[in-house]
């Protein structure tokens, strides 16, 4: 009888020693499914974060163009008002040349007339 005694107590510690075993990996398996639902929830976000962010890009992307289409615009508006400024001065300064041609013995009271380039950075500068 001493045998299957120490059978029986041998199977009964193998017994213990396996629901103990059993409920640590169900605690760790616990612990384990919680952390997926937190992964799968940050996923979740993140999903939400890059298509928030993509249509940001997007918005911003069509922004730019828009304020570049608005900027190129202003551009050539602004050129063409210093070319015309250009040739206004151009002009005044052919009638400045004829009208002080008969009177050259007269002496100069006026400021001298600047090259083209000049007269638009001196004008640019009182601004």
């Known amino acids: 009888m001493d045998m299957s005694l120490t059978i029986d107590v041998i199977v009964i510690v193998l017994l213990a020693a396996t629901i103990f075993y059993a409920f640590r990996l169900e605690r760790k398996l616990e612990g384990l499914r919680s952390a997926h639902t937190a992964f799968a929830g940050v996923v979740r ?7 928030r962010a993509e249509a940001g890009v997007q918005g911003l992307k069509l922004a730019a163009e828009s304020s570049g289409e608005i900027l190129d615009d202003r551009i050539k508006r602004a050129r063409n008002a210093g070319d015309e400024l250009g040739l206004v001065l151009q ?8 009208l002080d041609g008969p009177r050259a013995s007269a ?7 600047l090259p083209v380039g000049e007269a638009m950075r001196a004008f640019s500068g009182k601004r």
């Open 91 to 98: 002009t005044a300064q052919r009638v400045v040349q004829r």
């Open 45 to 51: 976000d993140l999903n939400t974060a890059a298509a």
């Open 107 to 113: 002496p100069a009271t006026r400021p001298p007339v």
